[in-house]
């Protein structure tokens, strides 16, 4: 039998008119179910193992679903006008969509040398998904690693929107004055999008405007092995465009709900929650993870995650995230996700102390894009950048190079490699390479000159 405990009637008749997301807790005792029930469409979020439940985020058309697989769930109340009176209360310093344009569209005036405002499209509500670039000569074009963190893809996980916002302003602030800031900003082309679902924000919700969970919506290797942009939200549309235009070597998604570094990749081939499913680049993701969270404050010292990280599906199983579709589809763009707070919405008085747990962490992540693995350019003979793949013997993942420059970053841990640059029309030149154990601060350089292949 379903158990209810709130009233399904109430519940119906609220979103008979506009579908209604709702938070709920399910439970579910067989492993089968939770399969079926991912297949057809519901987003499961943060396991509770011992009890067997999940939160889930529903609308009226998923209750027939819950019901034909005799699923026990609780709807959770709405806010009572009281307590959304006392949150708003609480939240009156956050940067809404208003105060986000102002400070995104201030700190662009502010610092024209470094900054470049930009918006990556439009959100379902037609508001703008902004983003800014910031690096040292801003207008040229350089042979330096592009970084991205991303914030606020689940529109009631705000934490990394501020920690966003704190950060924007410390890189430009401290440029010129604070000698690491100063080098960083000076040796990355770096990208922030402090909100990727501003319509999930302003509505206070986790899913888009059309009720859709962003982070299940991305081509996925396991159940969409076509890397197409049919169907899919406008906010992960302009994702998806954004981050191929460019050649991002490392990034981050923030997220809240529990304190952790999560790595990919979060699906498998079994639809299985709580089975780890290893990418080819599993050591050099924990060593990103665990940079993270050994950086952060308390984040290491977790109870429920040795290390404070952990590997996607073995936390809990999800198809169309962020993280493995930057991994699978752009060849060369390591990504994570960070989550951040338990609380996904604080008492904006507390956003000064996440901050300053997450500062270091987030810098320090930021700098490994320099610190790990080779680097290197490929081009002709004659000197001419070239197109080119590196491939590493016995990794199955490739990265490419800028073709503007010829520059490419490959992310290793210590150990002997046989790496190889090929382009087309050019002769493919390998070169066997040792990193030292130890040398994670320090990549090696690998440049490559080709020679045309004969007709």
């Known amino acids: 039998m379903i158990r209810v405990l709130v009233l399904l009637a109430a519940f119906l008749v609220c979103s008979l008119a506009v579908e209604t997301e709702h938070e709920a807790i399910l439970r579910i005792t067989n492993p089968e179910d939770v399969v079926k029930i991912i297949k057809r469409g519901i987003s499961l979020d943060h396991p509770n193992k011992k009890q067997q439940t999940f939160e889930a985020y529903i609308t009226e058309k998923d209750i027939p679903i819950l019901k034909e697989f005799n699923v026990d769930f609780e709807i959770l109340p709405?806010?009572?006008?009281?307590?959304?009176?006392?949150?708003?209360?609480?939240?009156?310093?956050?940067?809404?969509?208003?105060?986000?344009?102002?400070?995104?569209?201030?700190?662009?005036?502010?610092?024209?040398?470094?900054?470049s405002l930009?918006?990556?499209?439009?959100?379902?509500?037609?508001?703008?998904?902004?983003?800014?670039?910031?690096?040292?000569?801003?207008?040229?074009?350089?042979?330096?690693?592009?970084?991205?963190?991303?914030?606020?893809?689940h529109g009631d996980e705000v934490v990394g929107r501020e920690l966003s916002i704190y950060l924007i302003d410390l890189l430009c602030s401290q440029y010129g004055i604070d000698d690491r800031i100063t080098k960083l900003v000076n040796d990355t082309d770096i990208f922030i999008i402090p909100s990727m679902n501003p319509d999930g924000y302003e509505r206070r919700q986790r899913g888009n405007a059309n009720n859709v969970d962003l982070n299940r919506n991305f081509p996925d290797q396991f159940t969409s092995p076509a890397n197409t942009k049919t169907g899919k939200q406008p906010e992960v549309v302009a994702v998806m465009n954004f981050v191929e235009k460019y050649h991002f070597v490392l990034g981050a998604n923030f997220h809240g709900g529990a304190v952790v570094a999560n790595y990919p990749y979060d699906g498998n081939t079994n639809y299985r929650s709580g089975a780890y499913s290893a990418c080819p680049d599993d050591s050099v993701f924990k060593f990103l993870a665990s940079t993270y969270s050994n950086k952060h404050k308390t984040m290491h010292n977790s109870y429920e995650f040795t290390g404070g990280i952990t590997n996607g599906a073995d936390w809990y199983v999800l198809y169309g995230g962020m993280q493995d579709w930057n991994y699978v589809y752009n060849q060369g763009s390591f990504h994570i996700t960070i989550e951040l707070s338990d609380n996904k919405w604080p008492n904006a008085a507390t956003l000064p102390s996440?901050?300053?747990?997450?500062?270091?962490?987030?810098?320090?992540?930021?700098?490994?894009?320099?610190?790990?693995?080779?680097?290197?350019?490929?081009?002709?003979?004659?000197?001419?950048?070239?197109?080119?793949?590196?491939?590493?013997?016995?990794?199955?993942?490739?990265?490419?190079?800028?073709?503007?420059h010829g520059d490419y970053y490959r992310l290793l841990m210590p150990g002997t490699y046989n790496i190889t640059a090929s382009a087309p029309g050019y002769i493919s030149s390998s070169v066997v390479v040792t990193i030292p154990e130890g040398q994670q601060t320090v990549q090696q350089v690998v440049d490559f000159a080709l020679a045309e292949a004969s007709h």
């Open 354 to 404: 996440f901050w300053d747990e997450n500062r270091e962490a987030v810098l320090s992540y930021m700098e490994l894009v320099h610190q790990l693995g080779v680097r290197g350019t490929v081009k002709s003979y004659n000197g001419t950048p070239l197109a080119a793949t590196i491939t590493v013997e016995g990794n199955s993942r490739t990265v490419v190079t800028n073709p503007a």
């Open 118 to 153: 930009f918006s990556i499209g439009k959100s379902t509500q037609n508001r703008e998904l902004w983003g800014i670039e910031i690096s040292d000569n801003i207008d040229t074009s350089e042979a330096e690693p592009q970084f991205q963190y991303i914030a606020n893809m």
């Open 78 to 115: 709405k806010e009572t006008p009281e307590l959304v009176h006392e949150k708003r209360a609480n939240t009156v310093d956050y940067h809404n969509y208003a105060a986000l344009t102002d400070f995104m569209e201030d700190i662009a005036a502010r610092y024209p040398t470094i900054t």
